[in-house]
């Protein structure tokens, strides 16, 4: 029988031969991922339920990577990370990136494939909803509950529904101007906030082919912003270089075949794509990025699993070069190796960080997920009163960055820093 | 959560499409732990403290509940983040059911695997059917919502597959049931 993707990896994981939409299989687990907000829930309902003593299922697949809550001096805060750490050692984890160590990596969706732990064919789980990331490295990822976490803690297993695949097919010559940011906002804009729900969302084709794997990413991320379950891109030979650079594991490339039945195909031609923003207060609120050219800022922010990778800040430094930034402009690099790179890479014989520092742009933070979902009041960018911002992350709902007044428009790294410059929203062809 | 709770009367909250995890509890809560039961109870008194000023307060001043025991939404409740906290908070406060147009997965997912609350559909929006504080009765067995005082009726859709998991009291009792998982000691 003829499959998707998605289909195969789940019938290889409930040890059938094939699957079909809507069916309910226990799959085994290859990751359980979880963070400092909801790993110690997670490890509470796995106590609750398999007993004070109960051991994981396996040490090497559940990976603890605390990211969210990580400069602050909130005390909560601290006790969840110190209880991550307690588990940890009870446990003989053996995947933990400790806060305030030389191990201490940064926000989880960049660590986790930096690290290794994303493998094409592989089914991850994790208790945070941009799961979906990983999907760009051709495994099933999504996200899920504590409950359902601390389940899968205990047995490897969890039970879940076959989603529907809806498959984007992305052709045609990609324009420099246009990012992965671009493509999904476009996408998100046309199907809506639920218009992917529950559904995988495959996306294929030409223009797929020329983005790099932290683009991918980017597309991959954003899957959930439309409700869908798993966004998933097949592996090539740029997937296949990225992963072994990273890990010696053995994987299987699994791909769709050729009359998988689809539940709804979407074709577009890249190459009318331009740059755009999500307004005010749905990633769906699609907008061109010149026509929001009367919207004025007060901040840019440039960080996040969806837009503080390397590639992203290489993006934004290419367009700052030379000019100097109007508004408050926040720079919160995903991972410490994001942060290593902003020192090392080089444009025209200048780092990163010069080229940012001498933009005027704001001292570059910490790696953590900062004021990408709001956080504690002590947290490095939360908005405050009716400020309104451009930003790289992922999410504009009311209140997402912290103050329930501040609009949010979402957009690429090249658009934010264009925007950063001139003060209000900005296409960024006005610099390339 | 069993056939015994199939039946919950109340007065109803009214919310719109789209109502997202940053608004049913703000991230800045979410250092509490839903398993602690003073920081469930905590986090109870912060749902739905992420609507916009314009809405009729779901908690009162100095109260950590709300007097609302069902909330009917239009679509797409719940999206956005996988916080299992967003069903907690509501379950804290006193919430036993949701009456949504439609749901995110992960939002729906999670109140069936927690059993705290019944997440069921209406067969079209309903928001405009009930006002803010309307007494109605939710039937989870027999899918319907009832306007107390008129006794008018609107049906909901049937749980479908998760019915059995919603009626095992979650994911552990459902695996427990049907012999996944041994039986708790
Ligand atoms: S960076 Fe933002 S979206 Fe990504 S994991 Fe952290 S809070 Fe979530």
Redesign the interface.
Known sequence: MSQTITEKILARAAGQNSVKPGE?I?VNTDILLTHD??G??TI??FK??F?INAKVWDPEKVIIIPD??IYTK?E??QR?INSLRKFVKEQGLKYYYDPGTPTYKGVCHVALPQEGHVRPGEVIF????H?CTHGALGAFAT??????AG?VM??G?L?I?VPPTLRFNLNGKLPAYVTGKDIILRIIGDIG??GA??CAMEFRGTAIEQLNIEERMTICNMA?EA?G?NGIIEPDDKTLDYIRARTKKSFEVVKSDPNAKISKDFNYDVSSFVPCVAQPH?PSNYAPAKDKGNVKLDSAYIGSCTGGKITDFIMAAKIIKGHKVRINTYLVPATEKVAEGLATEMIDGKSLASIFEEAGCLEIAQPSCAAC?????DTFGRTSGKEIVISTTN?N????M?S?DAPIYLASPLTVAASAIEGKITDPRKFM | MGNDNSIIIGKVYILDD?I?T??II???Y???????PDEYRKLGSYALS????NYARFIKDWQVTSEYSVIVAG??FG???????A?TALAAAGIKAVVAE?Y???FF??AV??GELYPMESEKTLRNAFKLGTQIEVNTNKGTITDIASQKVFKLKPLG?VGP?VAAG???G??RATG??SK??
């Open positions: 309910n226990w907000i909801c110690p829930g509470e309902v609750r339920e007993g969210h809550y909130d909560k805060a969840n994790g208790t945070d909803s799961t996200g899920i509950g504590n409950t359902d389940f205990g047995t297993k039970l529904k906030v639920d729900n529950y959930i409700g379950k749905l979902l709001g956080g504690p009041i999410r709902f009311v209140g997402r912290g329930k | 789209n997202d940053d608004l703000p991230a800045e979410l250092n509490l732990v839903p398993t602690i992420g609507l916009p000023n679509k797409n999206c956005g983040s996988s916080r299992e906290h069903v439609s995110a997965r992960i997912r999670n695997a927690t597959a998991v979650g994911i552990f459902y695996a996944m998982i708790k000691k």
